[in-house]
């Protein structure tokens, strides 16, 4: 079974501040997904990394897939109260089936 | 656009009670999945279906059916439902293919069910 770790669970920070997201797993993914939730919808995918040191930006959001492909990151600059939020890394493998990891609750306070 | 739209959006329960949750795609999606969503454990799948007629378990099965008779629509049933399965139900899609193939594993998911089971 696959497992992808997240931390931290949770995050309180100040508009303003940089944060990093972290995703790790002993296991090699195929790629690596992030999606953003807010309250009372559905997750929406924010983006796909699939080659190992592979880096992505997204305004000001980056992220990152480790060399072996087991572990990613993301990095938010300058956090605004827009950017809250529960996000959710996802691993994809050899089939058509994502392994989530449990989410990082992020509150940036204006 | 709709999407993925997911049918009721609340609902609440007796213990013992069925029902039915209904998910349907306007994207012409191969593949549909059902989790389920709850503090501090993440999206855990239920069931998942890789076309019409087709349907399979996921990590969290016992407790739910579900049927896959058109390719837009996924339905996934409690026959009896426990205080245990009280959550929030997610559907989502993708096109399905090779992993390989990042844009067609792309998940798309609909708002959500919020069900008690009291």
């Known amino acids: 079974t696959q497992l992808l770790e997240q931390s931290p669970q949770f995050l309180s920070i100040q508009e303003g501040e940089n944060l990093t997201v972290y995703c790790n797993s002993s296991?090699?993914?195929?790629?690596l997904q992030w999606y953003r939730q807010e309250p009372g919808e559905g997750p929406v995918l924010l983006v796909t990394v699939v080659t190992g040191g592979e880096v992505k930006k997204l305004k000001r959001l980056t992220f990152q897939f480790g060399d072996a492909r087991k572990d990613s990151s993301l990095h938010i600059t300058a956090a605004q109260p827009g950017d809250t939020g529960l996000y959710l890394c996802?691993?994809?493998?050899?089939?058509?089936?994502?392994?989530f990891g449990k989410g990082t609750l992020l509150t940036v306070n204006p | 656009n709709a999407g993925v739209t997911q049918t009721p959006k609340f609902r609440v329960l007796k213990t013992g009670q069925s029902m039915t949750l209904l998910c349907a795609q306007d994207?012409?999606?191969?593949?549909m999945y059902w989790y389920r969503q709850d503090p501090g454990m993440g999206l855990r799948l239920i069931h998942y279906s890789v076309g019409e007629g087709t349907t399979a378990k996921g990590e969290v099965p016992d407790g739910y059916n579900v049927s896959r008779l058109k390719k837009q629509n996924f339905l996934l049933g409690l026959e009896s439902a426990a205080p245990s399965q009280t959550s929030v139900y997610f559907c989502?899609?993708?096109?399905?293919?090779?992993?390989?193939?990042?844009?067609?594993?792309?998940?798309?998911f609909g708002a959500g069910t919020r069900l008690s089971v009291l």
């Open positions: 296991s090699v993914f195929s790629s």
């Open positions: 996802a691993g994809g493998g050899s089939n058509y089936k994502l392994t």
């Open positions: 989502a899609s993708s096109k399905g293919g090779s992993a390989r193939d990042i844009a067609k594993n792309i998940q798309y």
């Open positions: 994207m012409n999606h191969e593949y």
